[in-house]
């Protein structure tokens, strides 16, 4: 499975961006996707989760209300819509998929297929 996050940029406090992730290769082994990311000095972090099946979607509890995962079957994308963005929110943003069913999807080692990330930089 590989996975092409895009959509990132430079953005105003504020703006919006939407990301994609494009999943390719043996998808149909995968059951969720997920989007995470990684400031300057931190630790990667969970943004929001979703199922290729079915309404479940799963957000970080500081995210909620801003962000907006979604997915289209068809194109086997799966779209993260960052609304009202913040400095805080400066990040890369990576996607990941997972074939195990049973990965947690708030953690990393909920997945086992990761892309090379997308930049996100949001200025004050």
């Known amino acids: 499975v590989q996975l092409q996050a895009s959509g990132g940029g430079l953005v105003q406090a504020g703006g919006s961006l939407r990301l994609s992730c494009a999943a390719s290769?043996?998808?149909?082994?995968?059951?969720?996707l997920g989007w995470f990311r990684q400031a300057p000095g931190k630790e990667r972090e969970f943004v929001a989760a979703i199922y290729w099946i079915g309404e479940s979607r799963y957000y970080a509890d500081s995210l909620k209300g801003r962000f907006t995962i979604s997915r289209d079957n068809a194109k086997n994308t799966v779209y993260l819509q960052m609304n009202s963005l913040k400095p805080e929110d400066t990040a890369v943003y990576y996607c990941?998929?997972?074939?195990?069913?049973?990965?947690?999807?708030?953690?990393?080692?909920?997945?086992?297929?990761w892309g090379q990330g997308t930049l996100v930089t949001v200025s004050s």
């Open positions: 990941a998929a997972d074939s195990r069913a049973w990965g947690i999807a708030t953690m990393t080692s909920g997945y086992d297929y």
């Open positions: 290769g043996r998808t149909f082994v995968t059951y969720k």
